[in-house]
T-cell receptor
Framework: GESVGLHLPTLSVQEGDNSIINCAYS??????FIWYKQESGKGPQFIID?????DKRQGQRVTVLLNKTVKHLSLQIAATQPGDSAVYFC?????????FGTGTSLTVIP | DAGVIQSPRHEVTEMGQEVTLRCKPI?????LFWYRQTMMRGLELLIY????????DSGMPEDRFSAKMPNASFSTLKIQPSEPRDSAVYFC???????????FGSGTQLSVL
């Protein structure tokens, strides 16, 4: 029979362009959010985090935006590079355990 | 810091056999988490410990799964007996405390034939 699995959203971008990956979270009580990057054969790797008292946080080439009104999180990657190709997960927590999204697969076209 | 260390990296076993996965959290981290990742379900939390005490094991699929944390630097996840549907990548993660960012190990790729 046909196998059913998670349908991973995919995003393809040209090298050098900016990438935006979106995430909708569900728990209004969540007050801490993290973006993780997972490369093939590796564990998720921390990229950037943001607490609910902020709406924007910047790192090196990455920016996270938080809109608590619509429960939306986004990750912006500037000047996307081939090494950025991976699956990106958002994670939320109300203070005990983390809840992970299904992930977005980013492919960077050289 | 060596990060979270998991062993083995790959495990191939036959249905019915016992499987033990091991994890060494980052030194000083008080919370430890076991996750399972599959294409069907993504990342699922199986169980987590705080100060070596199991806090929430509601994600453990069934009685065939058990986890222990005998001390702050070691945890095991055991499957007995294993079944083909247990095939997945199992990740261990640790954090300084509950609700703080997780640091993941490289995972154990389990294949049950």
């Amino acid at each position: 029979g046909e196998s059913v699995g998670l349908h991973l959203p995919t995003l393809s971008v040209q090298e050098g362009d900016n990438s935006i990956i979106n995430c909708a979270y569900s728990n209004s009580a969540s007050d801490y959010f993290i973006w993780y990057k997972q490369e093939s054969g590796k564990g998720p790797q921390f990229i950037i985090d943001i607490r609910s008292n902020m709406d924007k946080r910047q790192g090196q080439r990455v920016t996270v935006l938080l809109n608590k009104t619509v429960k939306h999180l986004s990750l912006q990657i500037a000047a996307t590079q081939p090494g950025d190709s991976a699956v990106y997960f958002c994670a939320e927590t109300p203070g005990n355990q983390f809840y992970f999204g299904t992930g977005t697969s980013l492919t960077v076209i050289p | 810091d060596a990060g979270v260390i998991q062993s083995p990296r790959h495990e191939v076993t036959e249905m019915g056999q016992e499987v033990t996965l091991r994890c060494k959290p980052i030194s000083g981290h008080n919370s430890l988490f076991w996750y399972r990742q599959t294409m069907m379900r993504g990342l699922e939390l199986l169980i987590y410990f705080n100060n070596n005490v199991p806090i929430d094991d509601s994600g453990m699929p069934e009685d065939r799964f058990s986890a222990k944390m005998p001390n702050a630097s070691f945890s095991t996840l055991k499957i007995q007996p294993s079944e083909p549907r247990d095939s997945a990548v199992y990740f261990c993660a640790s954090s300084l405390s509950r609700g703080e960012k997780l640091f993941f190990g490289s995972g154990t790729q389990l294949s049950v034939l």
